[in-house]
């Protein structure tokens, strides 16, 4: 098992910055791709990034390319995105996930919540205009 505790959101003024983190712990060496989404109130859960767990791939949603950026420290077991230039429709829980499967890359699955093998509880962003 994976277990995954998101840190890093609050409220922030629009073209504000955060960055959230992801510590993974338990067996993080079956995790292959990490990822970020979000959701808005009633809204589904979307897609925003994802990273292969050496950080060397990464992938991004068109609505926060340039914007955001995944990183890893496989040293300590965690994920980022820095958030920037944030605005009020970045409003949303987000949820950190890990896939066991390497595979994700393969016909853009990354964006498929149902890929992922482990969630965290979330953490809320607020932007405010």
């Known amino acids: 098992q994976v277990q995954l505790v998101e840190s890093g959101g609050g409220l922030v003024q629009a073209g504000g910055s955060l960055r959230l983190s992801c510590a993974a712990s338990g067996r993080t060496r079956s995790i292959s791709f990490m990822g970020w989404f979000r959701q808005a109130p009633g809204k589904e859960r979307e897609f925003v990034a994802a990273?292969?767990?050496?950080?060397?791939?990464?992938y991004y949603a068109d609505s926060v390319k340039d914007r955001f950026t995944i990183s890893t420290s496989n040293a300590q077991n965690t994920v980022y995105v820095q958030m920037n230039a944030l605005n009020p429709e970045d409003t949303a829980v987000y949820y950190c996930a890990a896939a066991r499967s390497s595979m994700l890359w393969i016909a853009r699955n990354y964006i498929l919540s149902g890929k992922y093998d482990y969630w965290g509880q979330g953490t809320q962003v607020t932007v405010s205009s």
């Open positions: 990273t292969n767990w050496s950080g060397s791939n990464t």
